[in-house]
């Protein structure tokens, strides 16, 4: 039975996350029975094609997958937030709306860290937060019921005023502006958001540059029409895959490098070896000079002969 192409095994991966809704890379790759790894590339790729979307929030170190419209869904990995993000999250789940001036400073970092669940929007200059399944409409019908609720509220205080000694204390409680709370958080907290940021950019330019080598490679197989049937190994250095070309079954090992050792071709060859297939060599950049005179040479070669 011949190896899934690329085409297929994309189609196996939209309708498994259509059927078992948003997904981690390890569940799809159980369903779908290849590695995690290669599921991984094949994700980003779908990603990159917009025909995935990809949650902010990590569970462990991974990302969820899922398809357009499959956002509520993603309410079941709230769990995986983290003890402060969780409390966030909750409360907003509970009011609907928040004002992120009226938030404790915790909350207000928490409800920056989970954009899955909080939707920020603006109404008379002040921030409010929105749970990501109600919509912005629904907060001005409650803002003019909680505005004419509070109008007469004040309108008694208002007559008592005349007593400073009750009425100077909560005059000075009022809310500080926005910008207080970004220079008391910027201790403990702002350091390790700092570092977090620093490990994910460096996570995602290594993600990008073994992406940009993997799509290196199938760009130039289609320019060839070679088909792809199946990937063996996938890492930053080097690409293994199952060809067809002609008719016939091949190795293909492409190495994410400008130059090739001896100890490149080696390996290649136990993996063909191994496979029992012929296998082709593909680089960034040609072999050094000598080692392509040790092909030449060897190719005109029959057999090394011993002298007894």
């Known amino acids: 039975m011949p190896s899934p192409n690329t085409f297929e095994i994309k189609e196996k991966i939209l309708s498994t996350i259509r059927a078992k809704g948003p997904s981690l890379p390890v569940h799809i790759a159980g369903e779908i029975e290849m590695s995690i790894l290669f599921t991984s590339a094949f994700l980003s790729e779908l990603f990159s094609e917009k025909k995935l979307n990809m949650s902010h929030m990590r569970v462990g170190s991974s990302p969820i997958y899922f398809n357009p419209g499959q956002e509520p869904q993603l309410e079941k990995f709230h769990q995986y937030l983290k003890s402060k993000e969780k409390e966030a999250y909750t409360i907003l789940k509970e009011k609907e709306f928040l004002k992120d001036n009226e938030q404790d400073p915790a909350i207000r970092v928490a409800l920056r860290e989970i954009r899955d669940f909080a939707i ?3 109404k008379n200059n002040e921030l409010i937060w929105r749970y990501f399944t109600v919509s912005e409409i629904n907060f001005k019908e409650e803002q003019l019921q909680k505005n004419d609720f509070e109008s007469n509220e004040v309108k008694e205080p208002e007559k008592e005023i ?5 009425h100077t204390k909560p005059l000075q409680k009022q809310p500080p502006e926005l910008n207080i709370f970004e220079k008391k958080e910027k201790s403990k907290e702002h350091i390790r958001k700092k570092e977090k940021s620093k490990k994910k950019q460096t996570g995602k330019k290594t993600q990008k540059k073994n992406d940009k080598f993997f799509n290196q490679v199938k760009e ?16 930053k250095n080097d690409l293994i895959l199952k060809i067809k070309t002609n ?17 490149d071709i080696i390996k290649a060859n136990q993996k063909a070896e191994e ?11 040609e072999p050094l000079k000598k080692l392509q005179n040790l092909i030449k040479a060897v190719q005109n070669l029959s057999n090394i002969e011993k002298i007894e």
Request: no cysteine; aromatic share 10%.
């Open 162 to 166: 005349q007593t400073p000694q009750k």
């Open 220 to 235: 130039y197989l289609s320019e060839k029409s070679i088909e792809i049937l199946d990937i063996k190994s996938f890492s």
């Open 120 to 122: 920020p929007f603006k």
């Open 247 to 263: 008719e016939k079954e091949q190795l293909l090992v492409a190495y994410n490098k400008k130059r090739l050792t001896e100890e």
């Open 275 to 285: 496979a029992n297939l012929p296998y082709i060599l593909l680089s960034l950049g």
